[in-house]
């Protein structure tokens, strides 16, 4: 059952972290990345396909270990973007586990991917993704993933989902180790076309 009070609880101690990590008063240490991959539409539940990111991380804040998982996707082919965070603090006497998206907010996510970024300007997930994402992406140490990863990990994926063009933008963004530049298409849809734009007039 959906409770309003502790939503807004986990998304006010959602804020309060975003804030402190944008002042530096917290140091997120990236314990695992999964660099960009297209996972195929699961047509059993009726899951779109999607194009995403993942990263893991830990802190401690308020002496408290706190884990953090935040997945960063574009789903093919509406072009929606979401974040998708998981925070815990696994402490027998004080656990504390919230699962939380942008599209977990089903009024203000009916939209088109163009407002998704201004319905949710204020929102504490994007400031928290903004604050952490960019820095992390700009750890040279990152580029070894290149060395095992692979943009497509599935057979069965239809020409139509693999010739679109976001796949295709995603695709190449993946093979120049353009990390940063899907981090941004993610919400901010006219750089998106832009980029989109240059695709195909290359």
Known sequence: MYNENLHEEEQHLIQQIAEQTERGKIGWELTEYNPLSFLNEDKI????????????????????????DVMENIDVPSGMGDYTITLTRDETENYLKIEDALSFDCDRYECTPEEVAERFADSPIVRLCNAIIPATLGQEDLEEVFTWARFFNETGISAKLMNHPLTKLCKKLFDEHRLMDFHRCVLDVDYRKLLLNELAHN
Do not use: M, T
């Open 45 to 68: 539940d009726k899951n779109p396909a999607v194009i995403c990111q993942s990263f893991s991380f830990e802190a401690i804040i308020g002496g408290s270990r706190f884990e953090l």
